[in-house]
């Protein structure tokens, strides 16, 4: 919580500078005055009369007029206190601050009140322009990263992102703007340039997305959603030379527009470690893909759409993220030891997580591991479109893939956290990859 000064509720000096008159004829009445006002801010209604920001830059005011706003509803000190609380949380939450102090003071001026006070929101803006360079290593590859940051760019909280990934096999950039709605910054729109390159070893596939995309999101009463577009241009080709024929006769150039909705119920209080509540997501995914057939020499466009069991734009399933105890991605249908996804899935899961027993460590180093516990369940597989909903459904409960088992788990900050756990994989269908360790 930010410093809250509360200058008036001190008490008065006794004696001030000598002045060459009596103390006493000066003391005694603000004494009084203010031991009267003290006790109306502590034990009646109050009214915030004033809200002041200092340190403003290039940020509208309109902005922030939506995040304090609660801060004039407030009936007493205490509530005062909390309001601003609040609407400092929600200025930071912006991301336009660097610090955000908070005074509360007794109202001056001849509009003051007896009860009134004055809240001044002391405001230090970031930069207008911030970086970062970093080095990555993984996956055989190593690679230099380049961010630059523009926030607020326009004033209202709008950030323009740009990302240069230069690595010793591939090279990749990206460029984001992101603009929320003054005074709902949940409701928000992000708008994507960029081009990326991902290999996907379970597929035997090498994927170049030159694209763009352009995203809403949105609450609407207990659920969050996500509405997004992508356009991309896609250049596949094979990881390696044993790839499987199916993977093969994908190679090349072709084009995506895909429209997805996500909604979600999250009410947990952690993402890394909750110990209540409950994470409910559903996407749902349209997409329309189409050839490009000698382009380069012909700019000549095949509209017939590609094969729905295209494997780089199905589901996948498998993995420390959905069912633990099976491999990477490697649920569902396969061709010669590649996985291709399916059309259709669902996945789900208990977890259990406990300190660790006799508590070594309380209070400190210990205190990043728990004890884990968990089950999880999911199924992958492609639609027969004219069969209609009650068959998919059925498809979908055939081969349920499930395992069970109990681990550590090591919270790393409140970004990520790192497992390891012994898995028991049930329901083990033919050519899936499974593991006791994961």
């Given at each position: 919580?930010?410093?809250?000064?509360?200058?008036?509720?001190?008490?008065?000096?006794?004696?001030?500078?000598?002045?060459?008159?009596?103390?006493?004829?000066?003391?005694?009445?603000?004494?009084?005055?203010?031991?009267?006002?003290?006790?109306?801010?502590?034990?009646?209604?109050?009214?915030?009369?004033?809200?002041?920001?200092?340190?403003?830059?290039?940020?509208?005011?309109?902005?922030?007029?939506?995040?304090?706003?609660?801060?004039?509803?407030?009936?007493?000190?205490?509530?005062?206190?909390?309001?601003?609380?609040?609407?400092?949380?929600?200025?930071?939450?912006?991301?336009?601050?660097?610090?955000?102090?908070?005074?509360?003071?007794?109202?001056?001026?001849?509009?003051?009140?007896?009860?009134?006070?004055?809240?001044?929101?002391?405001?230090?803006?970031?930069?207008?322009?911030?970086?970062?360079?970093?080095?990555?290593?993984?996956?055989?590859?190593?690679?230099?990263?380049?961010?630059?940051?523009?926030?607020?760019?326009?004033?209202?909280?709008?950030?323009?992102?740009?990302?240069?990934?230069?690595?010793?096999?591939?090279?990749?950039?990206?460029?984001?703007?992101?603009?929320?709605?003054?005074?709902?910054?949940?409701?928000?729109?992000?708008?994507?340039?960029?081009?990326?390159?991902?290999?996907?070893?379970?597929?035997?596939?090498?994927?170049?997305?030159?694209?763009?995309?352009?995203?809403?999101?949105?609450?609407?009463?207990?659920?969050?959603?996500?509405?997004?577009?992508?356009?991309?241009?896609?250049?596949?080709?094979?990881?390696?030379?044993?790839?499987?024929?199916?993977?093969?006769?994908?190679?090349?150039?072709?084009?995506?527009?895909?429209?997805?909705?996500?909604?979600?119920?999250?009410?947990?209080?952690?993402?890394?470690?909750?110990?209540?509540?409950?994470?409910?997501?559903?996407?749902?995914?349209?997409?329309?893909?189409?050839?490009?057939?000698?382009?380069?020499?012909?700019?000549?466009?095949?509209?017939?759409?590609?094969?729905?069991?295209?494997?780089?734009?199905?589901?996948?399933?498998?993995?420390?993220?959905?069912?633990?105890?099976?491999?990477?991605?490697?649920?569902?249908?396969?061709?010669?030891?590649?996985?291709?996804?399916?059309?259709?899935?669902?996945?789900?899961?208990?977890?259990?997580?406990?300190?660790?027993?006799?508590?070594?460590?309380?209070?400190?180093?210990?205190?990043?591991?728990?004890?884990?516990?968990?089950?999880?369940?999911?199924?992958?597989?492609?639609?027969?479109?004219?069969?209609?909903?009650?068959?998919?459904?059925?498809?979908?409960?055939?081969?349920?893939?499930?395992?069970?088992?109990?681990?550590?788990?090591l919270r790393l900050g409140n970004i990520a956290r790192l497992e390891l756990n012994y898995c028991?994989?049930?329901?083990?269908?033919?050519?899936?990859?499974?593991?006791?360790?994961?």
């Amino acid at each position: 919580m930010g410093t809250v000064h509360a200058k008036s509720l001190d008490p008065l000096p006794m004696h001030g500078r000598d002045l060459g008159v009596n103390p006493d004829d000066l003391v005694e009445p603000p004494e009084m005055e203010h031991e009267a006002k003290q006790e109306i801010l502590e034990n009646k209604d109050v009214v915030v009369q004033h809200v002041n920001i200092q340190g403003l830059g290039r940020t509208k005011e309109d902005l922030l007029g939506y995040e304090i706003s609660d801060v004039f509803h407030a009936k007493n000190l205490i509530d005062v206190m909390k309001k601003a609380h609040v609407a400092r949380q929600k200025l930071l939450r912006l991301g336009i601050f660097k610090e955000v102090e908070v005074l509360i003071d007794t109202s001056d001026g001849t509009d003051a009140l007896p009860n009134g006070l004055d809240v001044t929101f002391e405001v230090t803006e970031i930069k207008r322009l911030t970086g970062s360079y970093n080095t990555m290593v993984g996956n055989n590859e190593g690679s230099m990263v380049l961010g630059l940051k523009l926030p607020n760019m326009l004033g209202r909280a709008e950030k323009l992102t740009f990302q240069f990934s230069y690595g010793t096999k591939e090279t990749s950039y990206g460029l984001s703007f992101f603009k929320p709605q003054p005074g709902h910054f949940e409701r928000n729109l992000t708008l994507n340039m960029y081009k990326v390159t991902g290999q996907f070893p379970w597929s035997s596939l090498k994927e170049t997305d030159r694209g763009m995309s352009a995203e809403v999101n949105f609450p609407l009463g207990m659920t969050n959603h996500t509405l997004k577009w992508e356009g991309v241009w896609r250049e596949l080709g094979c990881l390696a030379r044993s790839a499987s024929f199916a993977v093969r006769e994908e190679s090349g150039h072709s084009l995506k527009s895909a429209l997805s909705h996500t909604v979600s119920v999250d009410s947990r209080n952690s993402a890394i470690f909750p110990n209540r509540g409950a994470l409910l997501r559903i996407n749902q995914v349209s997409v329309v893909l189409l050839l490009v057939t000698d382009l380069l020499k012909e700019l000549i466009f095949n509209t017939e759409p590609v094969s729905d069991s295209c494997s780089n734009t199905q589901f996948y399933l498998g993995g420390p993220t959905s069912v633990r105890g099976f491999g990477m991605y490697s649920i569902g249908p396969q061709s010669e030891g590649d996985y291709l996804g399916g059309e259709a899935y669902w996945a789900g899961g208990l977890h259990l997580y406990t300190p660790l027993p006799f508590r070594p460590g309380k209070g400190g180093f210990g205190d990043l591991f728990r004890t884990h516990f968990f089950l999880n369940a999911g199924n992958l597989c492609n639609l027969n479109y004219g069969d209609g909903p009650r068959a998919h459904l059925q498809k979908l409960a055939e081969c349920i893939r499930w395992s069970y088992g109990a681990g550590i788990v090591l919270r790393l900050g409140n970004i990520a956290r790192l497992e390891l756990n012994y898995c028991v994989p049930m329901g083990v269908q033919s050519g899936d990859r499974y593991t006791v360790f994961l």
